[in-house]
């Protein structure tokens, strides 16, 4: 069983930058991969970016690559995401996800765990 916990989200202009933070509780949470997803108002859930269990591979969307950097440090038991050069579509609420013994997918449906999210909003 895995506990997330995201911070570090907020309101934010055009161009800048935010750092999210995930604490996860519970054993081993170096078996699971991690990642993050998103939903804005009336729009599904959608991928961002994700981390293979040892943070040795990762993987992003197409529409935050270059921007977002997707991290972990598996002796805090934190994942992060660090979003720059944010934009007016980058607003939803920011979920973290574990996967157990998963290599880092894109699909909700291989996420067994997932945090309350943490809410990001980017103004013009």
């Known amino acids: 069983q895995v506990q997330l916990v995201e911070s570090g989200g907020g309101l934010v202009q055009v161009g800048g930058s935010l750092r999210l933070s995930c604490a996860a509780s519970?054993?081993?949470?170096?078996?699971?991969?991690m990642g993050w997803f998103r939903q804005a108002p009336g729009k599904e859930r959608e991928f961002v970016a994700a981390?293979?269990?040892?943070?040795?591979?990762?993987y992003y969307s197409n529409s935050v690559k270059g921007r977002f950097t997707i991290s972990r440090d598996n002796a805090e038991n934190t994942v992060y995401l660090q979003m720059n050069s944010l934009k007016p579509q980058d607003t939803a609420v920011y979920y973290c996800?574990?996967?157990?013994w998963g290599t880092g997918s894109s699909s909700p449906l291989d996420y067994e765990y997932w945090g309350q999210g943490t809410q990001v909003t980017v103004s013009s």
């Open positions: 996800t574990a996967d157990f």
């Open positions: 981390i293979h269990r040892s943070g040795s591979i990762r």
């Open positions: 519970g054993r081993g949470f170096d078996d699971y991969a």
